[in-house]
Structure formats: C-alpha cells, structure tokens
C-alpha cells in the first residue's frame, strides 16, 4: 500500500502493529465504525493520528481490504476520505473474481 511506504519506518510499524492489535480483540481505540460498510483503524504516533479506512469481505472468511489511509488532521474523518473507500470497495466487489 503506497500510503504505508510513504511513512517514516517508526510510524509504518506502529499502524501494523495497530492492525494487528485490532485482528485479535475489539478495541474502539484501534478500529471504529464509520458506517455500514467502512471501518476506521485509528493509530496514533507521535502527535499524528494515521489511518486506514477498510471493509471486511465476508465471503472470503473474514477478510479486511484496508482501501487507503491518510493523515487525519481533525477529528472527524472528511467525508471524501468515506466516499473514496466505498468506491474502492464497489470497485473491488465488482472486479473481484468468483470463487468456487
């Protein structure tokens, strides 16, 4: 993901690490729920706060698409951050080659 090579490697390993947190337990610090489809994981690292939006494909036996991430600089997320993943997630959905 070109949003997580961008970061500083310090930065880069502690959202992974958020990531990873968040797959093993539910914790509203490190994943919120935007909406219907979108999810937030929320990682906050020396005064940024770093996030990736993602949706889960449930078919896929719980799989989370992680769709882009950002620097979120206030403290709601901007509704274009929201449509831009629910784009990517029509355009993965529709893209996405059936399985067996």
Same mark, same amino acid.
């Given at each position: ?30 994943? $919120? ?38 620097? $979120? ?28």
């Amino acid at each position: 993901m070109e949003f997580l090579m961008e970061l500083p490697m310090a930065a880069r390993k502690k959202v992974l690490y958020n990531v990873e947190r968040a797959s093993e337990r539910n914790d509203p610090e490190l994943m $919120k729920k935007l909406d219907t489809d979108i999810w937030e994981f929320r990682t906050q690292y020396h005064g940024m706060q770093y996030r990736l939006l993602a949706f889960w494909d449930k078919q896929a036996s719980r799989l989370v698409i992680a769709t882009h991430g950002f620097i $979120k600089k206030t403290d709601k997320v901007p509704g274009s951050e929201i449509q831009r993943a629910h784009k990517l997630r029509e355009r993965y959905f529709t893209e996405k080659p059936n399985r067996p």
